[in-house]
């Protein structure tokens, strides 16, 4: 069975290594998301939620899992 890659945002399988994969974050050429978060499945469970029209459903509740991105209150080089 072939892994596939789909994109949290538009559900797409276009998904490449950003900056050669050194940052270890993907992009999707569909929407241009770029992101650590990717959704990892095999090519029949994606043609079976694709089909049942059940992606986006699928999609929406795996971002659910994911913890938020914290980020700092105010960035040192940012001006008051």
Do not use: H, W
Not at 27 to 56: D, H, P, Q, W
Not at 65 to 76: H, S, V
């Amino acid at each position: 069975m072939r892994r596939v890659f789909v994109c949290p945002v538009c559900g797409s399988i276009e998904i490449e290594l950003d900056s050669g994969g050194y940052t270890g974050k993907y992009m999707c050429k569909n929407c241009g998301y770029v992101g650590s978060f990717i959704i990892e499945m095999t090519e029949s469970e994606y043609r079976e939620l694709k089909e049942a029209g059940e992606l986006e459903r699928f999609i929406n509740e795996s971002k659910k899992k994911q913890p938020k991105e914290r980020r700092p209150e105010k960035y040192p080089y940012e001006n008051p």
